[in-house]
Nanobody
Framework: VQLQASGGGLVQAGGSLRLSCITPGRTLVGYARAWFRQAPGKEREFVAARNWRGDRAYYSDSVKGRFTISRDNTEKTTFYLQMNNLKTEDTAVYYC???????????????WGEGTLVTVSS
C-alpha cells in the first residue's frame, strides 16, 4: 500500500503550509495516521499522529502548538498536516505514514508515502 504525500514547498519563516496524504481507496481502515520528517544530515523523527477514530492526537514537543494533524472525515482517505508559524528548523522532507499501533511504536509505521520537501527560509 503506497500513500501519496503532497503540499510541500518553499515558505518564509512565520508562514504556513498544509501537507496532504492520500491513502488508496478504502484501505488502511483502523490504522492510525502519522507524519514524520527527516532533515538533511539527521535521522527521521516523529512529528504527529492521530488515531483512526480521530479523537486523539499527539505531537512532538518541537511542533506542539504549531502543527495540527487532521483527517477528511467525509472520505476518510485523506489526512493533513497543517503547519503554522514555520521555523527554519522545520525544513525537512516530510513523510506520511499509517500504523496499526496507536500510540506509534518508536519511529516505526507499517505503510509509508514518498516524502514531500518543506523548505523554510529566514
Amino acid at each position: 500500500v503506497q500513500l501519496q504525500a503532497s503540499g510541500g514547498g518553499l515558505v518564509q519563516a512565520g508562514g504556513s503550509l498544509r501537507l496532504s496524504c492520500i491513502t488508496p481507496g478504502r484501505t488502511l481502515v483502523g490504522y492510525a495516521r502519522a507524519w514524520f520528517r527527516q532533515a538533511p544530515g539527521k535521522e527521521r523523527e516523529f512529528v504527529a499522529a492521530r488515531n483512526w477514530r480521530g479523537d486523539r492526537a499527539y505531537y512532538s514537543d518541537s511542533v506542539k502548538g504549531r502543527f495540527t494533524i487532521s483527517r477528511d472525515n467525509t472520505e476518510k482517505t485523506t489526512f493533513y498536516l497543517q503547519m503554522n508559524n514555520l521555523k527554519t528548523e522545520d525544513t525537512a522532507v516530510y513523510y506520511c505514514a499509517a500504523s496499526a499501533d496507536y500510540p506509534l511504536r518508536g519511529n516505526g509505521a507499517d505503510y509509508w508515502g514518498e516524502g514531500t520537501l518543506v523548505t523554510v527560509s529566514s
